[in-house]
């Protein structure tokens, strides 16, 4: 084997490994977050202990993750795409251990409701639905490095929005009837919030995603009722 | 002047205007959680305004750096602490651009607030300067490269935390008395949750300066009680 194609095989060895993180992050987030919408939807006490156990596992995966890209930067110099991926990697990163952080905190309130008060969980369970639905996408497009996966994703997450108003509505009912309700509420709503802030991290690592496969950037501001025609074709209008 | 002169300087310059861009987007976030708390505590509606008006100044400035970094990147091939300053620049603009996003939210949320129920708004005082303190020491600690200081503003955040809890007890207490106050309320318990972001992400801040000054990381979890004798030397024991 020559040296040049010993070099270019551990790159492609190095980006590999870093996907592979990516990939393992993902599942762990993935993870995270469905055994905290199951500990608030079920109240199963296992799985809001599980969600927040995965964490220091997560941040570990973050920091590696971090230094093998640091350590590609500086040894490989890729270029292009490549370099476009990388970074995406540096920022995809961000957002996954943000998503398994926000997971845990759902799942240690969890812990906390006294469900005795009558309180609807259906918005809850489909918002919950419609969040893991999105990150399950979200990191298989990431896997694939599907730009029209990721386009789908960035746009599904106006409907993530409505529901948390429509919850933020039914909860204020709740407390307003009985106040014995409201410490429940309260954590509800956080849940709430905080699957919403899922919603908005799954957004942006869409955003990274196409940003990496395609070169360019989605729209800052995504279009009420979804985008037009133009958004099939390869090029997105500049943001600016 | 030779070539390699040439490529040396605009290096340095290209390294200097990302710089300059990280230190507006500081100014820029400071000046959005400033106008955040103003609108809260005094109820000053000009601020409110203001706070989410920056927003897209911000989020153009966080696309902005990053262009430039991935062109360094491409282009320098920069090694060890530049690389490693890069990289940071990179994760800091996220943390940024997260904390112009609460500061917006909860200005926001300033404008639909009832203040008539007698909510005392002592502790998101405390809070909201505590909070406003630790983001301008952690965006002179950027500018300045100052590990000493990240690490100040690193421990500084063990009392924001403290001052949430009390802050959410003292709120529950309000609504159990008052239904009228719950509305209020919970915008405020909102907004002390996004001040405790802030905090969150200034913390984030002052560890990938450590990170990019040192090349070591700070532990991932902060001791409670302050750090012992150790961090005033050069090396920080490895966090795994």
Redesign the interface.
């Known amino acids: 084997m020559t040296e040049a194609t010993h070099t270019v095989k551990s790159y492609e060895q190095e980006l590999e490994r870093l996907r592979g993180m990516m990939a393992r992050m993902g599942g762990l987030v993935e993870r995270q977050t469905a055994q905290a919408v199951k500990a608030v939807v079920e109240g199963d006490e296992e799985a809001a202990i599980e969600a927040p156990d995965l964490d220091?596992e997560v941040?570990?995966l973050e920091?590696e993750a971090?230094a093998l890209?640091?350590r590609i930067?500086?040894l490989r110099?890729p270029?292009?795409i490549d370099?476009?991926e990388i970074?995406a990697a540096?920022?995809i990163t961000?957002d996954l251990e943000r998503i398994g952080d926000y997971a845990a905190s759902i799942a240690r309130r969890a812990l906390k409701l006294d469900m005795d008060g009558g309180i609807s969980l259906i918005g809850l369970r489909s918002m919950g639905r419609l969040v893991q639905d999105n990150l399950r996408r979200a990191i298989d497009a990431l896997a694939a490095r599907d730009r029209d996966q990721a386009i789908a994703v960035w746009q599904a997450d106006t409907a993530v929005d409505e529901l948390y108003t429509a919850m933020f509505r039914e909860l204020?009912t709740y407390?307003?009837e009985d106040?014995r309700n409201?410490?429940s509420c309260?954590h509800l709503?956080?849940v709430a919030?905080n699957l919403e802030r899922i919603g908005d991290h799954t957004t942006n690592i869409a955003e990274r995603i196409y940003y990496a496969v395609t070169g360019e950037?989605l729209p800052?501001v995504r279009p009420r009722g979804g985008l037009g025609p133009q958004y099939a074709s390869a090029t997105v209008p500049d943001?600016?």
């Open positions: 220091p941040d570990e920091r971090e890209a640091i930067l500086a110099s270029m292009a370099l476009r970074v540096l920022k961000g204020m407390m307003m106040p409201i410490g309260i709503l956080f919030k950037m800052a943001a600016r």
